[in-house]
């Protein structure tokens, strides 16, 4: 018979044991997995919640072999909701709960108000949410709104913060008066603009040109447009981007629109007070129609030069690509400051049309993916009119 390599009497030190215990859980316990590990209690459970998920899909569930056991019923589900949060932290749960939307075909479930309330809310499935909208019962509505409000409360006390501030120094930066008092003195660009007036002999600057600082809430109005594609793949950004146009729209000194597009186009301008029902005004999935979206938002810009125009998309156009390109060139030339995001979210690398990337690129408009935590860099970058700082990833 062969020893338990997990009990104290096989000579293998704790670190091995642990060792080999992770193993066990990894590999699922099936008969060619070797470790000879045996398992009980806690570590007992935690398998049975990853068999239920990640086994084979016949058979019971157990401890010793596994097998999706979590069948179709709404109470199983939400036991096995309920267990994942007892054994594993959030950032695993929210893993979980989305392969297991995924790889079991759950989605339906979540239109059951007692599955709502078990599930652990993130980024991910108030994307699930939104792309169920209009499958979803009135009795499940309300349930989900207060899961989506959650996430978004959330996301905007971890955002809201640094980006107004970040883009209040970008606006007071960007409003240069040629007489400022001592303390709106920008001395970096008062030495870049009096270089030519230095005296070797005494090593200094003679500044016969001061520039300062404005301030923005007194004297700039920036305009922001952002231009959201709401199809299926961009449902994390689209949940981002709803965050970050609440916190915009919030600021006096930026004008901001939000608009949404697939092959059709709506301006969710005057939901901007609150994200829960700009999100629930969207319509995940659908084509994608990049010139009809960019057309409006160029019909709705009065100011050129003091415009941001974010697109958002993974750019696979099905409109015409040609005018979107001479689109985005014409707003460009009229001193529009466009930015396109081929993702706002923490997803990693996206897919996205190399070909309209490289055309916008050669257009001086850089298509790279973007997260939450880099955008407010890129906005005030953008107000400021300087390069965007544009990841080494791309």
Request: with cysteine; aromatic share 4%; net charge negative.
């Amino acid at each position: 018979m062969t020893a338990d390599p997990t009990s104290g009497g096989t000579g293998l030190d704790d670190e091995a044991r642990e060792r080999l215990r992770r193993w066990r859980l990894v590999l699922g316990g099936e008969a060619a997995e070797g470790t000879g590990c045996a398992l009980s209690g806690r570590d007992a459970a935690m398998d049975g919640a990853l068999a239920a998920l990640y086994g084979k899909r016949d058979g019971p569930v157990s401890g010793r072999e596994r097998a999706a056991g979590l069948g179709a019923s709404a109470p199983s589900v939400a036991r096995w909701l309920g267990d994942i949060r007892t054994y594993f932290p959030s950032s695993v749960v929210q893993v979980m709960q989305r392969d297991a939307i995924d790889r079991l075909g759950l989605a339906a479930l979540l239109l059951e108000p007692e599955m709502l309330e078990a599930v652990e809310a993130d980024v991910h499935l108030v994307g699930t949410l939104l792309s169920l909208n209009k499958a979803m019962p009135e009795t499940t509505k309300e349930t989900a709104r207060a899961v989506v409000r959650k996430v978004v409360e959330d996301l905007e006390k971890r955002l809201a913060t640094r980006t107004r501030a970040t883009l209040t120094g970008a606006l007071d930066r960007s409003a240069r008066i040629s007489r400022p008092r001592h303390h709106d003195i920008d001395w970096n660009r008062t030495i870049a603009a009096n270089l030519k007036h230095y005296l070797p002999e005494y090593r200094t600057i003679v500044p016969e040109r001061l520039v300062g600082y404005g301030r923005a809430s007194q004297s700039v109005k920036k305009e922001v447009v952002l231009c959201i594609d709401q199809s299926g793949s961009m449902a994390a950004s689209v949940v981002y981007a709803s965050v970050f146009g609440a916190v915009l729209a919030s600021m006096r000194s930026i004008d901001t629109r939000l608009v949404v597009f697939d092959t059709a186009v709506v301006d969710l301008t005057d939901q901007l007070d609150d994200p829960v029902d700009v999100l629930f005004g969207t319509q995940l999935g659908g084509g994608t129609d990049i010139n009809r979206a960019l057309a409006y938002c160029q019909s709705q810009i009065t100011r050129p030069a003091e415009t941001v125009l974010v697109l958002i998309s993974d750019l696979y156009e099905g409109g015409i690509r040609d005018e979107m390109l001479k689109r985005v060139a014409a707003m460009k030339a009229s001193g529009v400051q466009f930015v396109a995001l081929l993702a706002l979210s923490d997803e990693g690398a996206p897919a996205y049309d190399r070909e309209h990337a490289a055309a916008l690129a050669a257009l001086g408009a850089p298509a790279f993916a973007c997260t939450p935590d880099l955008f407010p860099e890129v906005m005030a970058a953008a107000i400021e009119k300087r390069p965007v700082p544009v990841p080494d990833t791309v």
